[in-house]
T-cell receptor, first 111, second 113 residues
Framework: QKEVEQNSGPLSVPEGAIASLNCTYSDRGSQSFFWYRQYSGKSPELIMS????GDQEDGRFTAQLNKASQYVSLLIRDSQPSDSATYLCATLHKAGTALIFGKGTTLSVSS | NAGVTQTPKFQVLKTGQSMTLQCAQDMNHNSMYWYRQDPGMGLRLIYY???????DKGEVPNGYNVSRLNKREFSLRLESAAPSQTSVYFC????????????FGPGTRLTVT
């Protein structure tokens, strides 16, 4: 089982809707979680970090962490066509040495 | 402040040829990484360097070697390229303590024929 699992999608939402992206992880010891956005042909860009249970909000983005369920999610409110991209979930590998990534979920926002 | 830079941006190799991918960061980060990204496979860690003078294997190290030349530079070498190494290669660097923020370079698109 890969350490970080994501549904590859595509996830399609209309403009203005809430997009919900989900991620599960296998290592109960993982403490730090990250969401990256990657536009086609570009490099991944960090958009959210979350380290404790609950919600972390930044503008239209909310990251949610539930360590008991080993589940991380990203909510994008008021989705825009410019949010269309692949979203990568990552956790800090044991020993805190490297990020391990899921395969990513492709989001498509239609106008 | 350029962040993480990579050269070259594109490269085509024939099977058996060798080449070195260069990476440099100007953020004074201790840790640096090489990933490859293939369709349907996500980002996979090849090698990393937690600090100057140390390197360690990641998930897919076979066929690659690395050198941490100094704190700024971390190179990836393909000694004898194979078609299976056709991929997009990303270099990244990361802060040592919290927040653990990892930043990526623009990538190198490598094709091995």
């Amino acid at each position: 089982q890969k350490e970080v699992e994501q549904n590859s999608g595509p996830l399609s939402v209309p403009e203005g809707a809430i997009a919900s992206l989900n991620c599960t992880y296998s290592d109960r010891g993982s403490q730090s979680f990250f969401w990256y956005r990657q536009y086609s042909g570009k490099s991944p860009e960090l958009i959210m970090s979350i380290y404790s249970n609950g919600d972390q909000e930044d503008g239209r983005f909310t990251a949610q962490l539930n360590k008991a369920s080993q589940y991380v999610s990203l909510l994008i409110r008021d989705s825009q066509p410019s949010d269309s991209a692949t979203y990568l979930c990552a956790t800090l590998h044991k020993a805190g040495t490297a990020l391990i990534f899921g395969k990513g979920t492709t989001l498509s926002v239609s106008s | 402040n350029a962040g993480v830079t990579q050269t070259p941006k594109f490269q085509v190799l024939k099977t058996g040829q060798s080449m070195t991918l260069q990476c440099a960061q100007d953020m004074n980060h201790n840790s640096m990484y090489w990933y490859r990204q293939d369709p349907g496979m996500g980002l996979r860690l090849i090698y990393y360097s937690a600090s100057e003078g140390t390197t360690d294997k990641g998930e897919v190290p076979n066929g690659y070697n690395v050198s941490r030349l100094n704190k700024r530079e971390f190179s990836l070498r393909l000694e004898s390229a194979a078609p299976s190494q056709t991929s997009v290669y990303f270099c990244a660097s990361k802060t040592s303590g919290t927040p653990y923020e990892q930043y990526f370079g623009p990538g190198t698109r490598l094709t091995v024929t």
